[in-house]
Protein backbone atom coordinates (compact mmCIF):
# COMPACT_ATOMS: atom_id res chain seq x y z
CA UNK A 1 0.00 0.00 0.00
CA UNK A 2 1.35 3.58 -0.85
CA UNK A 3 2.15 6.19 2.14
CA UNK A 4 -0.64 8.24 2.72
CA UNK A 5 -0.69 12.26 2.07
CA UNK A 6 -0.48 13.12 5.77
CA UNK A 7 0.87 11.63 8.75
CA UNK A 8 -1.26 13.18 11.17
CA UNK A 9 -4.59 15.78 10.08
CA UNK A 10 -6.43 17.45 13.00
CA UNK A 11 -9.70 19.21 12.27
CA UNK A 12 -10.81 21.94 14.71
CA UNK A 13 -14.74 21.44 14.33
CA UNK A 14 -16.47 18.62 13.51
CA UNK A 15 -19.58 19.55 12.00
CA UNK A 16 -20.99 18.45 8.43
CA UNK A 17 -18.07 19.81 6.49
CA UNK A 18 -15.07 18.69 9.04
CA UNK A 19 -16.62 15.06 9.88
CA UNK A 20 -17.23 14.88 5.56
CA UNK A 21 -13.83 15.61 5.65
CA UNK A 22 -12.68 12.89 7.91
CA UNK A 23 -15.25 10.05 5.83
CA UNK A 24 -13.99 11.42 2.72
CA UNK A 25 -9.85 11.34 4.05
CA UNK A 26 -10.47 7.78 5.38
CA UNK A 27 -12.18 7.10 2.67
CA UNK A 28 -9.50 7.98 0.76
CA UNK A 29 -6.50 6.70 2.85
CA UNK A 30 -4.91 10.13 2.75
CA UNK A 31 -3.57 10.25 6.38
CA UNK A 32 -2.13 8.05 8.88
CA UNK A 33 -4.02 9.59 12.07
CA UNK A 34 -7.14 11.75 11.91
CA UNK A 35 -8.04 13.72 15.31
CA UNK A 36 -10.15 16.30 15.88
CA UNK A 37 -11.23 18.76 18.65
CA UNK A 38 -14.67 20.78 19.00
CA UNK A 39 -16.12 23.27 21.49
CA UNK A 40 -18.83 21.06 23.19
CA UNK A 41 -18.02 18.25 24.89
CA UNK A 42 -21.30 17.04 23.95
CA UNK A 43 -20.42 17.63 19.94
CA UNK A 44 -16.95 15.94 20.49
CA UNK A 45 -19.34 12.56 22.40
CA UNK A 46 -21.36 12.44 19.40
CA UNK A 47 -17.80 12.30 16.77
CA UNK A 48 -16.83 9.52 19.07
CA UNK A 49 -19.68 7.23 18.89
CA UNK A 50 -19.90 7.63 15.10
CA UNK A 51 -16.28 7.27 15.13
CA UNK A 52 -15.69 10.11 12.73
CA UNK A 53 -11.90 10.53 13.82
CA UNK A 54 -9.38 8.22 15.75
CA UNK A 55 -10.31 10.23 18.34
CA UNK A 56 -12.51 13.84 19.31
CA UNK A 57 -12.03 16.02 22.10
CA UNK A 58 -12.19 19.45 23.04
CA UNK A 59 -8.50 20.91 23.66
CA UNK A 60 -8.10 22.26 20.38
CA UNK A 61 -4.54 22.98 20.62
CA UNK A 62 -3.78 19.53 21.97
CA UNK A 63 -5.24 18.23 19.05
CA UNK A 64 -2.58 20.20 16.96
CA UNK A 65 0.41 18.81 18.19
CA UNK A 66 2.31 17.34 15.89
CA UNK A 67 -0.35 17.99 13.19
CA UNK A 68 1.19 17.30 9.52
CA UNK A 69 -2.49 19.12 8.40
CA UNK A 70 -5.07 21.35 10.25
CA UNK A 71 -8.13 22.04 8.94
CA UNK A 72 -10.58 24.61 11.18
CA UNK A 73 -13.99 23.68 10.11
CA UNK A 74 -16.03 26.23 12.93
CA UNK A 75 -18.40 28.67 12.28
CA UNK A 76 -16.06 31.88 9.91
CA UNK A 77 -16.74 33.42 13.12
CA UNK A 78 -14.83 31.27 15.02
CA UNK A 79 -11.78 31.15 12.99
CA UNK A 80 -9.49 33.91 14.45
CA UNK A 81 -9.93 32.84 17.57
CA UNK A 82 -9.45 29.48 17.22
CA UNK A 83 -6.38 30.40 15.27
CA UNK A 84 -5.32 32.52 18.39
CA UNK A 85 -5.69 29.46 20.66
CA UNK A 86 -4.19 26.65 18.23
CA UNK A 87 -0.77 29.13 17.02
CA UNK A 88 1.26 28.03 19.45
CA UNK A 89 1.11 24.39 19.31
CA UNK A 90 1.34 23.80 15.27
CA UNK A 91 4.91 22.74 14.54
CA UNK A 92 6.98 23.72 11.90
CA UNK A 93 6.26 22.92 8.21
CA UNK A 94 2.35 22.16 8.79
CA UNK A 95 -0.20 23.42 6.43
CA UNK A 96 -3.17 25.25 8.14
CA UNK A 97 -6.31 25.59 6.05
CA UNK A 98 -10.14 26.19 6.51
CA UNK A 99 -13.63 25.43 4.78
CA UNK A 100 -14.76 28.70 5.08
CA UNK A 101 -17.59 30.36 3.17
CA UNK A 102 -16.18 34.04 3.06
CA UNK A 103 -12.43 34.50 2.46
CA UNK A 104 -10.78 37.66 2.61
CA UNK A 105 -12.40 38.09 6.59
CA UNK A 106 -10.94 34.84 7.79
CA UNK A 107 -7.34 35.44 6.01
CA UNK A 108 -7.65 38.58 7.98
CA UNK A 109 -8.70 36.85 11.21
CA UNK A 110 -6.42 33.62 11.28
CA UNK A 111 -3.26 35.34 9.72
CA UNK A 112 -1.63 37.44 12.49
CA UNK A 113 -2.11 34.13 14.92
CA UNK A 114 0.14 31.59 13.00
CA UNK A 115 3.39 31.45 13.62
CA UNK A 116 6.58 31.46 11.14
CA UNK A 117 7.13 28.52 9.51
CA UNK A 118 3.32 27.51 8.81
CA UNK A 119 1.75 27.10 5.84
CA UNK A 120 -1.71 28.97 5.69
CA UNK A 121 -3.80 27.90 2.56
CA UNK A 122 -7.17 28.85 2.76
CA UNK A 123 -10.09 27.16 0.82
CA UNK A 124 -13.60 27.02 0.65
CA UNK A 125 -15.32 23.36 -0.69
CA UNK A 126 -18.64 24.63 -2.45
CA UNK A 127 -20.34 21.27 -1.07
CA UNK A 128 -23.07 21.47 1.70
CA UNK A 129 -26.58 20.80 2.84
CA UNK A 130 -28.86 22.39 4.61
CA UNK A 131 -27.96 19.82 7.55
CA UNK A 132 -25.01 20.61 10.50
CA UNK A 133 -23.74 18.75 13.37
CA UNK A 134 -21.50 15.57 13.18
CA UNK A 135 -24.26 13.76 12.20
CA UNK A 136 -24.46 15.27 9.16
CA UNK A 137 -21.55 14.33 7.92
CA UNK A 138 -21.22 12.21 5.15
CA UNK A 139 -18.19 11.07 2.58
CA UNK A 140 -19.56 11.75 -0.65
CA UNK A 141 -19.75 15.14 0.39
CA UNK A 142 -17.30 16.38 -1.93
CA UNK A 143 -17.67 14.11 -4.77
CA UNK A 144 -17.73 15.94 -8.50
CA UNK A 145 -18.13 19.54 -6.41
CA UNK A 146 -15.63 22.03 -6.67
CA UNK A 147 -13.29 23.47 -3.74
CA UNK A 148 -11.48 26.91 -4.21
CA UNK A 149 -8.35 27.32 -3.11
CA UNK A 150 -7.33 30.83 -2.20
CA UNK A 151 -3.50 30.87 -1.68
CA UNK A 152 -2.08 34.37 -0.80
CA UNK A 153 1.11 35.70 -2.51
CA UNK A 154 3.06 34.49 0.29
CA UNK A 155 1.99 30.49 0.21
CA UNK A 156 4.76 27.89 -0.09
CA UNK A 157 3.68 26.58 -3.65
CA UNK A 158 4.54 22.70 -2.50
CA UNK A 159 2.13 23.19 0.36
CA UNK A 160 -0.74 24.73 -2.11
CA UNK A 161 0.20 21.57 -4.51
CA UNK A 162 -0.02 19.09 -1.54
CA UNK A 163 -3.45 20.52 -0.66
CA UNK A 164 -4.99 20.48 -3.71
CA UNK A 165 -3.94 16.90 -3.74
CA UNK A 166 -5.22 16.25 -0.70
CA UNK A 167 -8.86 17.88 -1.62
CA UNK A 168 -8.61 15.87 -4.97
CA UNK A 169 -8.24 12.80 -2.98
CA UNK A 170 -11.58 13.45 -1.00
CA UNK A 171 -13.18 13.46 -4.75
CA UNK A 172 -13.27 17.05 -5.44
CA UNK A 173 -12.33 18.77 -8.41
CA UNK A 174 -10.33 21.87 -7.42
CA UNK A 175 -9.58 25.57 -8.63
CA UNK A 176 -7.53 28.54 -7.55
CA UNK A 177 -9.01 31.99 -7.00
CA UNK A 178 -7.13 34.77 -5.22
CA UNK A 179 -9.82 35.99 -1.94
CA UNK A 180 -11.43 39.17 -2.70
CA UNK A 181 -12.35 37.33 -6.22
CA UNK A 182 -13.81 34.41 -4.39
CA UNK A 183 -15.62 36.73 -1.84
CA UNK A 184 -17.36 38.73 -4.84
CA UNK A 185 -18.70 34.99 -6.45
CA UNK A 186 -20.10 33.57 -4.04
CA UNK A 187 -22.04 36.72 -2.67
CA UNK A 188 -23.81 36.51 -6.16
CA UNK A 189 -24.16 32.30 -6.31
CA UNK A 190 -24.33 31.42 -2.84
CA UNK A 191 -24.91 34.41 0.29
CA UNK A 192 -27.69 36.35 -1.99
CA UNK A 193 -29.76 33.43 -2.69
CA UNK A 194 -29.67 32.42 0.93
CA UNK A 195 -30.83 35.96 1.62
CA UNK A 196 -33.25 35.36 -0.67
CA UNK A 197 -34.55 32.12 0.86
CA UNK A 198 -34.58 33.41 4.24
CA UNK A 199 -37.08 36.46 3.29
CA UNK A 200 -39.34 34.67 1.61
CA UNK A 201 -39.57 32.44 4.33
CA UNK A 202 -39.91 34.67 6.45
CA UNK A 203 -42.45 37.20 4.99
CA UNK A 204 -44.57 33.75 3.99
CA UNK A 205 -44.45 33.11 7.99
CA UNK A 206 -45.39 36.81 8.94
CA UNK A 207 -48.86 36.76 6.88
CA UNK A 208 -50.85 36.71 9.64
CA UNK A 209 -54.00 34.38 10.73
CA UNK A 210 -55.24 32.04 8.16
CA UNK A 211 -53.28 33.18 5.41
CA UNK A 212 -50.07 31.88 6.87
CA UNK A 213 -52.17 28.28 7.62
CA UNK A 214 -52.65 27.89 4.06
CA UNK A 215 -49.15 28.71 3.37
CA UNK A 216 -47.56 26.32 4.68
CA UNK A 217 -50.34 23.93 4.00
CA UNK A 218 -50.44 24.27 -0.03
CA UNK A 219 -46.18 25.04 0.40
CA UNK A 220 -45.82 24.44 -3.90
CA UNK A 221 -42.14 23.33 -5.05
CA UNK A 222 -40.87 26.93 -5.57
CA UNK A 223 -41.54 27.54 -1.46
CA UNK A 224 -41.10 24.31 -0.49
CA UNK A 225 -37.20 24.28 -1.97
CA UNK A 226 -36.77 27.99 -0.69
CA UNK A 227 -37.72 26.41 3.08
CA UNK A 228 -35.13 23.88 2.39
CA UNK A 229 -32.35 26.57 1.84
CA UNK A 230 -33.99 28.92 5.07
CA UNK A 231 -33.60 25.81 6.93
CA UNK A 232 -29.86 26.05 7.23
CA UNK A 233 -27.48 26.45 10.07
CA UNK A 234 -28.22 30.35 11.67
CA UNK A 235 -24.46 30.63 13.28
CA UNK A 236 -22.99 29.59 10.33
CA UNK A 237 -25.34 32.25 7.84
CA UNK A 238 -25.12 34.73 10.45
CA UNK A 239 -21.45 34.64 10.35
CA UNK A 240 -21.13 34.84 6.57
CA UNK A 241 -23.46 37.77 6.04
CA UNK A 242 -21.18 39.51 8.75
CA UNK A 243 -17.74 38.45 7.18
CA UNK A 244 -18.63 39.47 3.87
CA UNK A 245 -20.39 43.02 3.89
CA UNK A 246 -19.52 44.71 0.94
CA UNK A 247 -19.92 41.91 -1.49
CA UNK A 248 -23.15 41.21 -0.21
CA UNK A 249 -24.45 45.03 0.10
CA UNK A 250 -23.00 45.13 -3.99
CA UNK A 251 -24.93 42.35 -5.06
CA UNK A 252 -27.94 42.91 -3.50
CA UNK A 253 -28.08 46.46 -4.60
CA UNK A 254 -27.85 44.91 -8.15
CA UNK A 255 -30.55 42.65 -7.38
CA UNK A 256 -32.88 45.42 -5.54
CA UNK A 257 -32.42 47.19 -9.27
CA UNK A 258 -33.16 44.48 -11.30
CA UNK A 259 -36.27 43.40 -8.85
CA UNK A 260 -38.05 47.02 -9.25
CA UNK A 261 -37.77 46.36 -13.52
CA UNK A 262 -39.79 43.18 -12.62
CA UNK A 263 -42.14 44.95 -10.89
CA UNK A 264 -42.25 47.93 -13.14
CA UNK A 265 -42.71 45.25 -15.97
CA UNK A 266 -45.62 43.81 -14.12
CA UNK A 267 -47.52 46.49 -12.67
CA UNK A 268 -47.04 47.49 -16.70
CA UNK A 269 -48.38 44.73 -18.59
CA UNK A 270 -45.33 43.88 -20.24
CA UNK A 271 -45.10 40.72 -20.55
CA UNK A 272 -42.47 40.52 -23.10
CA UNK A 273 -40.34 41.48 -20.88
CA UNK A 274 -40.41 38.88 -18.10
CA UNK A 275 -40.87 36.08 -20.95
CA UNK A 276 -37.30 37.43 -22.47
CA UNK A 277 -35.85 37.11 -18.63
CA UNK A 278 -37.36 33.63 -18.20
CA UNK A 279 -36.08 31.91 -21.64
CA UNK A 280 -33.09 33.84 -20.54
CA UNK A 281 -32.78 31.95 -17.48
CA UNK A 282 -33.75 28.87 -18.73
CA UNK A 283 -30.92 28.32 -20.67
CA UNK A 284 -28.54 29.47 -17.73
CA UNK A 285 -30.50 26.31 -16.12
CA UNK A 286 -29.40 23.61 -18.52
CA UNK A 287 -26.09 25.02 -19.14
CA UNK A 288 -25.64 24.15 -15.13
CA UNK A 289 -27.11 20.97 -15.92
CA UNK A 290 -24.66 20.40 -18.60
CA UNK A 291 -21.86 21.53 -16.72
CA UNK A 292 -22.73 18.66 -13.85
CA UNK A 293 -23.57 20.67 -10.74
CA UNK A 294 -26.98 20.97 -10.78
P1 LIG B 1 -21.55 22.80 11.72
O1 LIG B 1 -22.08 21.52 11.19
O2 LIG B 1 -22.46 23.69 12.50
O3 LIG B 1 -20.26 22.49 12.61
C1 LIG B 1 -19.52 23.50 13.20
C2 LIG B 1 -18.46 22.90 14.11
O4 LIG B 1 -17.66 23.99 14.62
C3 LIG B 1 -19.02 22.18 15.33
O5 LIG B 1 -18.18 21.10 15.65
C4 LIG B 1 -18.94 23.25 16.41
O6 LIG B 1 -18.72 22.77 17.71
C5 LIG B 1 -17.64 23.91 16.03
N1 LIG B 1 -17.52 25.26 16.61
C6 LIG B 1 -18.40 26.27 16.55
N2 LIG B 1 -17.91 27.35 17.18
C7 LIG B 1 -16.70 26.98 17.68
C8 LIG B 1 -15.72 27.64 18.44
N3 LIG B 1 -15.88 28.91 18.82
N4 LIG B 1 -14.60 26.95 18.78
C9 LIG B 1 -14.43 25.67 18.40
N5 LIG B 1 -15.33 24.98 17.68
C10 LIG B 1 -16.45 25.63 17.33
O7 LIG B 1 -20.96 23.72 10.54
P2 LIG B 1 -20.55 23.30 9.05
O8 LIG B 1 -21.77 23.28 8.19
O9 LIG B 1 -19.67 22.11 9.11
O10 LIG B 1 -19.74 24.60 8.62
C11 LIG B 1 -18.42 24.80 9.06
C12 LIG B 1 -17.72 25.78 8.14
O11 LIG B 1 -17.80 25.31 6.81
C13 LIG B 1 -18.29 27.19 8.14
O12 LIG B 1 -17.24 28.11 8.17
C14 LIG B 1 -19.00 27.30 6.82
O13 LIG B 1 -18.92 28.62 6.31
C15 LIG B 1 -18.24 26.33 5.95
N6 LIG B 1 -19.03 25.68 4.89
C16 LIG B 1 -20.28 25.22 5.16
C17 LIG B 1 -21.03 24.62 4.16
C18 LIG B 1 -22.44 24.14 4.42
O14 LIG B 1 -23.21 23.95 3.49
N7 LIG B 1 -22.82 23.91 5.66
C19 LIG B 1 -20.45 24.44 2.90
C20 LIG B 1 -19.14 24.87 2.68
C21 LIG B 1 -18.44 25.49 3.68
P3 LIG B 1 -19.80 22.50 18.85
O15 LIG B 1 -20.92 21.73 18.23
O16 LIG B 1 -18.99 21.68 19.79
O17 LIG B 1 -20.22 23.83 19.40
Known amino acids: MSEPLFE ?17 ARRGGLARKIVAATRSAETAATANRLKL ?6 DLAAACEGADLVIVCTPVGACGEVARVIGPKLKAGCIVS ?7 AVVAAMQPHLPPGVHFVPAHPVAGTENSGPEAGFAELFDGRWTILTPLPDSDPAAVAKLETFWKGLG ?4 KLDPAHHDRILAITSHLPHLIAYTIVGTADDLGGHLNAEVLRFAAGGFRDFTRIAAS ?62
Not at 270 to 293: M, P, S, W
Open 172 to 175: SLVD
Open 53 to 58: TDHCGT
Open 233 to 294: DPTMWRDVFMNNREAVLEVLQRFQEDLFYLQRAIRWGEGDKLFELFTRTREIRRALIHLNQA
Open 98 to 104: DVGSVKQ
Open 8 to 24: KIALIGIGLVGGSIALA
